[in-house]
């Protein structure tokens, strides 16, 4: 099943901001957005953002995300050591009615 | 707190069947779906399938059709994942995960390795 687009990897230096980008269609992103989930190594993954753009309790006002048309994008302020990590985008594509996960994004703090 | 706990890690035979197990705690079992997601080796996510703990409904990923089953025992608060035919390529991590609109909480992972 089709997938969402991620960038493999993205490089930004610490402090400074690091934006990721998620494209979808419009069955899926374009439709209810994407959620980004953050993974550390062989650690489970952890809801940084709803569909909706909203932070779950307990997650940092440096993440952010966004969406413009059927791409949603994450932007992480400020950036420390501790997120150099993998990225993940999810949606619900309403066409294949399935959820769909982006190929991950891996963010180095230089 | 909310957690889901799943089943250890175990190591199958090509052929062989799996089940692995997700118990919920720290809040209404019925009131949000379970999703299965796997993850193989240095790879992404992939979504299996989600089940409707309260009416026992499933959704599977076409490609997991006739070979995953979703069930569940409301009396433990605990969802199933049954896999036949595993083949090496189902060596992975998986997951259950629940969810309202958005996968908010996950399990520690259960590590399957199928091996001859």
């Known amino acids: 099943q089709a997938g969402l687009t991620q960038p493999p990897s993205v490089s930004e230096g610490l402090r400074q901001i690091a934006t990721l980008t998620c494209t979808g269609n419009?069955?899926?992103?374009?439709?209810?957005?994407a959620a980004w989930l953050q993974q550390h190594q062989g650690h489970p993954p952890k809801l940084l953002s709803y569909r909706n753009n909203n932070r779950p309790s307990g997650i940092s006002e440096r993440f952010s995300a966004s969406r413009s048309g059927n791409t949603a994008s994450l932007t992480i302020t400020g950036l420390q050591p501790e997120d150099e990590t993998d990225y993940y985008c999810?949606?619900?594509?309403?066409?294949?009615?399935?959820?769909?996960f982006g190929g991950g994004t891996k963010l180095t703090v230089l | 707190q909310v957690q889901l706990v799943q089943s250890g890690a175990g190591v199958k035979k090509p052929g062989a069947s799996m089940k692995v197990s997700c118990k919920a705690s720290?809040?209404?079992?019925?009131?949000?779906?379970i999703h299965w997601v796997r993850q193989a080796p240095g790879q992404g996510l992939e979504w299996m399938g989600w089940?409707?703990?309260?009416?026992?409904?499933?959704k599977y990923a076409q490609k997991f059709q006739g070979r995953v089953t979703l069930t569940r025992d409301t009396s433990i608060s605990t969802v199933f994942m049954e896999m036949t035919r595993l083949t090496s390529d189902d060596t992975a991590l998986y997951y259950c995960?629940?969810?309202?609109?958005?996968?908010?909480?996950w399990g520690q992972g259960t590590t399957v390795t199928v091996s001859s």
């Open positions: 419009n069955n899926n992103v374009g439709d209810q957005g």
């Open positions: 720290g809040y209404t079992f019925t009131a949000y779906y």
């Open positions: 999810s949606a619900w594509d309403s066409s294949l009615s399935a959820w769909v």
């Open positions: 089940i409707n703990p309260k009416s026992g409904a499933t």
């Open positions: 995960a629940r969810e309202i609109f958005d996968m908010d909480v």
